[in-house]
């Protein structure tokens, strides 16, 4: 059993896979707060059919911008273009190959640092977002900037509409490519795959944190082991939510799901941005009440 008093600074259970924890993991650490994982759904790499869509969606460039909302996007696109060009079924092998000449806009550092690593350049003034690492705060800016007449639009399955279609409001031609879908975790066929050469994180054996499925977290919940949840989207605070009694304030990372925690009942508290330290910082923050 896990004890919420395990470390001596209290216990911090995060909607995260072990392979991203790393850094989370240290930066807790600072804090004496110790990391169990509750991953609930991961990526997985793209079925056959799923893979013919994406070859068709890839088939109508070039654009003059592509987007990318997480790290999740362009390691799907990557993996999808190797296999792809492993059966003669695409003539590019690299995302920076197929987007060679096309302005690469990133939501989010994470996000930046993953396509720098791939050999893309990020456009400077949205990789890491302008006063909200999100969709609504790459769209905001290019509606002052003046959006591009054709965008690769690059996601995954189930995806949030409102990057495509603000880009289709500002009078961008979209195209939508998925590369990934979500599965529950553990799935049979995870997505992996890091950059040669990536600044990312640590292979997940270095993390220290302990990964837990949907009934152990349902029983950790009950438990009271956790001192702190941390959570990244709408879905996932519903589905902690189902599996047991969540201790307030629920640390969110951005204000959509600090709204959906309010609208169950919970008591919130926003991270100021998904960099290990500050959702660290926000735990501390939701730890003193």
Request: aromatic share 2%.
């Amino acid at each position: 059993m896990i004890r919420s008093d395990a470390g001596g600074g209290g216990v911090v259970l995060a909607t995260r896979t072990p392979d991203r924890a790393h850094a989370l993991t240290e930066a807790l650490r600072e804090y004496r707060l110790r990391l169990i994982l509750s991953p609930l759904r991961a990526p997985r790499a793209l079925t056959e059919p799923e893979l013919d869509a994406l070859r068709t969606a890839l088939s109508s460039g070039p654009w003059e911008a592509a987007t990318f909302t997480s790290v999740n996007g362009l390691r799907g696109l990557r993996a999808g273009l190797a296999r792809l060009h492993a059966a003669d079924r695409s003539a590019h092998a690299e995302p920076d190959a197929l987007l060679a000449g096309t302005r690469v806009h990133c939501v989010g550092q994470a996000t930046a640092e993953e396509a720098r690593a791939q050999g893309l350049s990020p456009a400077v003034e949205t990789a890491a977002g302008e006063g909200e690492q999100s969709a609504r705060g790459l769209l905001a800016r290019l509606g002052r900037t003046g959006a591009p007449g054709s965008v690769l639009c690059v996601h995954g399955r189930p995806h949030r509409p409102e990057l495509a279609d603000g880009l289709r409001e500002l009078g961008a031609r979209v195209t939508e490519a998925v590369t990934y879908a979500m599965a529950d975790w553990p799935t049979p066929a995870p997505l992996g795959g890091r950059a040669p050469g990536s600044a990312g994180e640590d292979l997940p054996a270095d993390s220290g944190a302990p990964a837990l499925d949907r009934r152990a977290t349902a029983e950790a919940l009950r438990a009271g082991a956790a001192d702190v949840v941390l959570v990244s989207s709408p879905r996932q605070l519903e589905t902690l939510h189902g599996l047991g009694p969540l201790p307030e304030p629920v640390v969110c990372l951005g204000p959509t799901t600090a709204a959906r925690a309010r609208e169950l009942g919970l008591a919130a508290v926003t991270a100021a941005s998904p960099a290990p330290e500050d959702l660290a910082e926000a735990a501390v923050r939701a730890r003193s009440g």
